[in-house]
């Protein structure tokens, strides 16, 4: 065995330190390896900070024991609770040194080769700069261990990072205090045993990928009986109110009754999906939020603690969170529905957002979604969106879609303002500007699209196919909405718009669409929650028509 196989077999996550302290040339040497690194492009994006402030360090423990408590309650099984509760998971605070890795993702802003594939690519240099200090550290005698149980917001936020830095984790440095006989310490103490040998297959077989074209035509118009929606309007006048005086109630009774096709309609097992998906445009500053919201955001929405997880709640509907293109894996086991296409889309800037393979494919998926979701018994369902940059994709495909200058189309977003909303306006016109492909539709989602908004349009298609009823959310899905209606108008006879947002384009866009929604609360939120506020109104809409007394069956007078 070479000098170099010992070094590689013997680095270890270190979590017991001396107080011996770590020479300044010992650091400077590990920094240097990490530098020789590969990187992606040569964007040489990782970056680098010291701590040694003992105030620091104590912020950086407490936010690690917050969230070290929530990973112990994760389990239920008392016996590997505290067996958890036992291990020795960091030593912030005893370390001599403290070293954040990150990389910066503004180097994402210019065509950076390499990460054509995935904007990850960037984290990955990183990531082999880490394991080359780690190597640099074990042959110098010293250790390092990696703590990344943090809530990578607020401990951006203590640290008062740029939004654009994204910390790998925290990273502490010092002398072993144990080589635990050169096991991993999780192995030693039996939690999980390494396997011996590498996972290696080889790939023989190149699998077929189908992808049906895309449905631009218009679906055959499904007729209402003259006679049925005689009988129902009937029904609405007849019950004890003067003629129209329930106003929107008496035109959403109708709408639900003639989507069902029944006298009495019921609202079955309503359900909100909420698609999840990173956009490229995002690393060139469109938002006020980093790109990692996005991933933090989902973990919210599957831990219970989002808006529209407590709307759903109180209005009895069930949830369904979809990744569609988050920039991040979620493990297998976690609570959402894997439709991921790839860790986000490209910039439009420079290139396009997604393949025209990809398009279909999120046509293909958000049916697939709404299908099973239609098998259940569910006629009517919600869409949601979450995704930092969704706005700026919205905005340019409701331009390049409805003909309205792309000033028309931009807002805020999550919190957009002055100088930095005009700076995403001249972006977004230059992207536009910068696009030569054709004017047709299904060219203009592939360079523009984002894959949740994509999915969504998808998604109503199918729903409309099921017959059910669409509740459509705020100013992006709404464009979700135009896109599936360029492709089926038919679509709108199903469509409730819940809300019109605070989002400037939103109005502008209701009006093209000739839409008017049951709200107006000023919400910018998005995730659904238009669409869970606004079931109640819905639910009143159902139980007028079924239950409330008709003139004749309460005695009562017409006139």
């Not at 807002?411 to 030569?436: D, P, R």
Request: hydrophobic letters at 40%; glycine letters at 6%; proline letters at 3%.
């Amino acid at each position: 065995m070479s000098y170099l196989d010992d070094i590689l077999k013997s680095r270890r996550d270190t979590r017991h330190f001396t107080a011996d302290e770590v020479p300044d040339e010992v650091i400077e040497k590990a920094l240097q390896a990490g530098h020789w690194a590969p990187s992606v492009g040569l964007t040489d994006a990782t970056r680098y900070f010291i701590i040694k402030s003992p105030e620091v360090k104590t912020a950086v423990k407490d936010l690690f024991l917050d969230y070290n408590k929530k990973a112990e309650e994760l389990t239920d099984n008392p016996e590997q609770k505290e067996r958890y509760k036992s291990l020795k998971l960091e030593a912030i605070e005893e370390a001599p040194i403290g070293l954040i890795i990150a990389y910066d993702r503004s180097v994402l802003n210019q065509f950076t080769i390499g990460t054509v594939g995935s904007n990850e690519a960037v984290k990955f240099s990183s990531v082999c700069a880490a394991q080359n200090i780690w190597l640099s550290l074990t042959e110098q005698g010293y250790g390092m261990g990696w703590v990344s149980i943090l809530n990578y917001y607020q401990f951006k936020k203590i640290l008062d990072l740029p939004e654009n830095i994204e910390p790998l984790g925290y990273f502490c440095i010092g002398k072993p205090a144990t080589n635990y006989d050169n096991q991993p310490m999780l192995q030693q103490l039996n939690w999980k045993q390494k396997s011996e040998a590498p996972d290696c297959k080889e790939i023989k077989i190149i699998t077929e990928c189908n992808i049906s074209d895309l449905p631009i035509k218009t679906s055959v118009k499904s007729e209402t009986s003259n006679e049925f929606s005689a009988l129902l309007q009937e029904k609405i006048d007849s019950k004890t109110k003067p003629l129209g005086a329930l106003g929107t109630l008496e035109t959403l009774a109708f709408q639900i009754a003639t989507v069902f096709n029944s006298l009495t309609p019921q609202i079955t097992n309503p359900n909100i999906v909420v698609f999840a998906a990173d956009h490229g445009i995002a690393n060139h500053g469109v938002s006020a939020y980093s790109q990692d919201v996005t991933r933090q955001m989902v973990a919210n929405f599957l831990e219970g603690g989002a808006a529209i997880n407590v709307f759903c709640n109180q209005n009895e509907i069930q949830l369904s969170i979809v990744d569609a293109g988050v920039n991040y894996d979620f493990p297998t086991n976690a609570n959402l529905i894997n439709a991921k296409i790839a860790k986000g889309t490209q910039s439009f800037l420079h290139v396009p957002a997604m393949s025209e393979t990809e398009l279909h494919l999120c046509f293909e998926k958000g049916k697939s979604i709404v299908d099973n979701i239609a098998k259940t018994g569910s006629n009517c369902i919600g869409f949601g969106e979450m995704g930092i940059g969704n706005t700026s994709t919205a905005s340019v495909l409701m331009s390049v879609v409805t003909g309205l200058p792309i000033e028309e189309c931009v807002g805020k977003g999550t919190g957009v303002e002055q100088e930095k909303l005009i700076q995403k306006q001249n972006l977004l016109k230059i992207a536009i500007e910068n696009y030569s492909g054709e004017d047709q539709l299904e060219q203009q989602l592939a360079y523009f699209g984002g894959f949740e908004i994509i999915q969504i349009a998808g998604g109503m298609l199918a729903a409309y196919e099921n017959k059910m009823l669409i509740l459509v959310d705020g100013f992006i899905c709404s464009v979700a909405f135009l896109i599936a209606a360029k492709i089926n108008s038919e679509i709108k006879n199903n469509a409730v718009f819940c809300h019109c947002s605070a989002e400037k384009a939103h109005g502008k866009l209701l009006n093209y669409l000739d839409a008017k929604p049951i709200l107006n609360l000023d919400l910018r939120l998005g995730e659904g929650t238009g669409c869970a506020i606004a079931f109640p109104v819905l639910k009143s809409a159902e139980v007028f028509l079924n239950n409330m007394a008709s003139f004749e069956s309460a005695g009562v007078s017409r006139k």
